[in-house]
């Protein structure tokens, strides 16, 4: 069975530390998508990046980068200099393969505090 | 451009009470989906609808019923509710291609006394 682990239930950092999100994902297909989702205070969720299984590349975009290594079956993400704005429940989501492309298996999600 | 609408942000039920949760897409999405959220479980997969006149159950489908009235449009329903069907209820559409991201609409604050 496909499962998606976000153990970090809650991070609280100050404002301009750097944080990483950890995600470890379970599968047995070699085709798979993984994603990671942001949803701030206001509740909705949104997408944020999406990498297929052969594509071990490191993406930077701005202050995030994503780290995904299929040895440990990981897709952690970083936020460099945090801000308040970062302040969201971050979700990390796993599909393709035996769930099919249509069915999205979420982790539980990491709070994420930045103050001030 | 609204993008993915529901309709109501918020309902109290009392238990045994049905309801329609609606959904409306106008970004032209092919596939359309229910999550409800529940603390400390994330989202979890109640119907979708692959393409327009099909339904399939997600993991958690029992309790619900879905309409894939249209392309735009998938509802959801509560035939009796239920208090564990107090959630957040999110409505997401997709491309036609699988496994891309889904865009999701503003959530509903759905609680059941």
């Known amino acids: 069975a496909q499962k998606v682990t976000q153990a970090q239930t809650e991070i609280s950092v100050v404002e301009k530390e750097d944080v990483t999100l950890d995600c470890v994902y379970e599968?047995?297909?070699?085709?798979?998508?993984l994603f990671w989702y942001k949803q701030p205070p206001s509740g909705e969720l949104v997408f944020l990046i999406r990498?297929?299984?052969?594509?071990?590349q490191n993406e930077i975009s701005g202050r995030y980068s994503w780290n995904f290594q299929k040895s440990t079956s990981s897709f952690n993400f970083t936020i460099t200099a945090s801000q308040v704005v970062d302040s969201a429940v971050y979700f990390c989501a796993l599909s393709g393969g035996s769930t099919g492309g249509f069915k999205t298996i979420f982790g539980a999600g990491t709070r994420l505090f930045v103050k001030a | 451009n609204a993008g993915v609408t529901q309709t109501p942000k918020f309902q109290v039920l009392k238990t045994g009470q049905s309801m329609t949760l609606q959904c409306a897409q106008d970004?032209?999405?092919?596939?359309m989906y229910w999550y409800r959220q529940d603390p400390g479980m994330g989202l979890r997969l109640i119907y979708y609808?692959?393409?327009?006149?099909?339904?399939d159950k997600g993991e958690v489908p029992n309790g619900y019923n879905v309409s894939r009235l249209n392309k735009r449009e998938f509802s959801l329903r509560l035939e009796s509710a239920a208090p564990s069907q107090t959630s957040v209820y999110f409505c997401a559409g997709r491309p036609g291609q699988q496994n891309t991201e889904a865009f999701f609409g503003q959530g509903t604050r759905l609680t059941v006394v």
């Open positions: 990498r297929n299984s052969f594509d071990e």
């Open positions: 599968t047995r297909d070699t085709t798979y998508y």
């Open positions: 970004m032209n999405h092919n596939s």
């Open positions: 609808s692959a393409s327009e006149g099909t339904t």
